[in-house]
């Protein structure tokens, strides 16, 4: 099931829910004004349940509140957005871009050791003293959430090949 139609399909039930919380209260309301009623008395269950059904009676499911109508306008504009982006997630990494500086010590990579885990091409002394004792730390690029742990850092001769074929 596409997350287009699970949000439909909750809006749906809440509607559906808040329906039938309209149609109680305008059951509630009704009864309370037939309860004010001086001269009425119920004597038992049944006389109970007969003034009850009655009130129900006049209060059925109204049409769709706006706020629904709203949360579904949203909801095809998210999915249409999300079916986009979708067709852009086919899209290939041809190139490659990498920085000689090192992000951390920002100095020249002399050992280029890449993090298998995200990609990100380090300095090999320049990461492990970074790590220190550690076993495992965050990456230090921006906007990347995965860690660092020697045991993901290899040998990345790659590296100047790639360098060269960027300038």
């Known amino acids: 099931m596409e997350l287009g ?11 559906e829910l ?7 209260e305008g059951t509630f309301t009704s009864l309370v004004e037939t309860y004010k009623q001086p001269d009425l008395e119920i004597p038992n269950e049944a006389a109970y349940k007969k003034a009850y059904n009655k009130a129900a009676k006049g209060h059925k499911k109204d049409g769709a509140h706006p706020y629904y109508k709203e949360a579904r306008k949203i909801i095809a504009e998210l999915t249409n957005n999300l079916e986009e982006a979708d067709d852009t997630a086919d ?12 992000p951390i010590s920002k100095k020249d990579i002399v050992n280029p050791v890449i993090n298998t885990a995200c990609g990100h091409v380090y300095d090999r002394d320049s990461i492990i003293q970074f790590a220190g004792t550690k076993r495992s730390i965050k990456c230090v690029m921006q906007g990347c ?3 660092i742990t020697i045991k993901n850092l290899s040998d990345y001769p790659e590296f100047w090949t790639n360098i060269k074929q960027q300038e």
């Open 18 to 24: 808040d329906a039938e919380a309209v149609k109680l």
């Open 145 to 147: 959430s995965q860690n």
């Open 5 to 15: 139609e699970i949000f439909s399909k909750l809006v749906q039930e809440v509607e």
């Open 91 to 102: 899209l290939q990494v041809e190139q490659v871009q990498h920085s000689r500086k090192d």
